[in-house]
């Protein structure tokens, strides 16, 4: 990155830049703080200028006020990026959401006779009666079954005697009944 050169106007400005940052003249040294503390805030404000110039990626003119207002115009671009993506991000959580409301978890577990049966499922369209009607169909005799409800999501237990039935047979069976 170049430095600041002086131009034969007396002004000093960066060269790739060519924003005038100031004019450069020869002071005297401050005889008291009232007089340094002027030569001190343009000297701060001219530093802040440039970092602001190394920052905005499109500056219309080399000006401060231009650099100013293209700042802002900046700056409202990115707080709207910001706001559409934080949007698209809560439709994708809110997607999810819904998508493991509605998705079915299935667990079986064989032991001997009896199925260890586990289901994870959204609460809507009645679960719990699917469930049942496809263990109906089943044939099983239902030893154990409990159902509980957290934020909208079913978990049911069973524990069933199901003779002649593999963990993957009932485990296929009820994932075919319970996504109709």
Known sequence: MAGLVPQPNGLVSDSDYELVLAPRVVKKKA????????????????????????????????????????????????????????????????????CEKNKKNIQVKMVGEYAVIRVQSGNSDWPELKLMSALGKMEAKIQHATMSCVDDVMFQDFVAKIPCATEDEVKAYLHTRLNK
């Open 31 to 98: 005889k008291n703080h009232l007089e340094a503390e002027p030569q001190l805030l343009e000297k701060n404000l001219n530093k802040q200028f440039y970092t602001l110039l190394l920052v905005v990626p499109k500056v219309s003119k080399m000006d401060k006020a231009s650099l100013l207002a293209d700042a802002v115009c900046y700056i409202n671009e990115q707080k709207q990026k910001v706001e559409e993506l934080e949007s698209e991000l809560e439709m994708r959580d809110n997607t999810k959401v819904n």
